[in-house]
């Protein structure tokens, strides 16, 4: 069965940092680029990163570009979202994506697997 299980949210200061990770089964991961997406209240799911199969890219939206770093550990079967000085409006639920292409996560449209989703708040 098909996995993708989110850890590392949490409640942060603004300012502050946390380390999310997706811990995926096997047959989605090695060849699959992944992504991370989040939605807050009263607004749609947006695309937050997203890393190609190998690592070599990455893809960030405007809003986190500088603060937010994804990576993948191919051994350990898990991508990561760094996310540093983290502001107020970065409070959402987070979820983790797999595409066997990188483009339906990077541009928009079906994404085969999703995460349940972990909660980040950024307190003011």
């Known amino acids: 069965q098909v996995q993708l299980v989110e850890s590392g949210g949490g409640l942060v200061q603004a300012g502050g940092s946390l380390r999310l990770s997706c811990a995926a089964s096997g047959r989605i991961f090695s060849g699959y680029p992944m992504g991370w997406f989040r939605q807050a209240p009263g607004k749609e799911r947006e695309f937050v990163a997203a890393?190609?199969?190998?690592?070599?890219?990455?893809y960030y939206a405007d809003s986190v570009k500088g603060r937010f770093t994804i990576s993948r550990d191919i051994a350990k079967n898990t991508v990561y979202l760094q996310m540093n000085s983290l502001k107020p409006e970065d409070t959402a639920i987070y979820y983790c994506?797999?595409?066997?292409?990188?483009?339906?996560?990077?541009?928009?449209?079906?994404?085969?697997?999703w995460g349940q989703g972990t909660q980040v708040t950024v307190s003011s």
């Open positions: 994506a797999a595409d066997s292409q990188v483009r339906s996560l990077v541009v928009g449209g079906r994404v085969d697997y």
């Open positions: 890393i190609t199969w190998n690592g070599v890219n990455t």
